[in-house]
């Protein structure tokens, strides 16, 4: 397993692969939602790349770049489970030297859900992504349905700017409280993650309502709201049901395919999580 710091080693390293590489970008301190991916990549691709960076651009002023949880030690012995053949772990002032100048702004199924509350979350995404998918030129990138609307906007710049990239959707990895698995989970205390399966408990709650045929949007989304709101320390962000196609919020019937997720700010930690209901 290389570790690869700068862009030009990358280059060099890339000419020497023929055949299919998969890429699965983080930003580090990895958990088993992270490994899945490599895992899938491996089974895929001749080639497996996996980047650690966290992406200053996609935290607004007041979130939590500066205690982002980060271990990359740690991370590569992770990694050496699996074939990994390079991690590609670059410096900030490498991705944006100080003449930074060009963003990308996907402009559709960015605008709702988290772009709603963080209005530039999107825009530093997609611009690391693409900046990546230049650098790393993989035939096939791995992404977590965790993120499910990072899933669509990243699918839909592909679409749009012609990258010859496969986007491999991956099933969201959870505890076996229910609670999904992420880097933000280091932040809160036992007590505080046990009772963060509240979030699994609310939307799997939503998806049997529909599944058993409630198809009112007041009824469910109330319904999922109060599951959450029992737990003292939880505060909604939002809890929206949306169309898993256009991720366009329902408003009085809910009559296809439904993506029910929600922002909780457990114990001072956002959270996201989501779950689909198919109707076919
Ligand atoms: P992050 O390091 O949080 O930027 O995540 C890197 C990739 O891992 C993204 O594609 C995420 O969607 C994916 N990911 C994070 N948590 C999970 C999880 N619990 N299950 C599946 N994929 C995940």
Redesign the pocket.
Known sequence: MKIITSVEEFRTFRHTLQGSVGFV????ALHK??L??VEKSNQYCDYTIVSIFVNPQQFAEHEDLDTYPQNIDHDIKLLSAFTVDAVFLPHSHMMYPENYSTYINETDVSLGLEGKSRPTFFRGVATIVSKLFNIVQPSHSF?????AQ?LRVISKMVEDLNYPIDIVP?????EDSGL????RNKYLNEDAKQKASVIYRAISHGKKLLKNGEKNYSIIKDAVEKIILAEELADIDYVSIASSKTLKEFSTTIDEDALISVAVNFDGVRLIDNIVHSSG
Do not use: N, V, Y
């Open positions: 970008p983080t930003m580090g939602g992270h899945s991916l992404f977590g349905e965790k993120d990072q991956c099933p969201i990895i959870r999904a698995m992420s880097s």
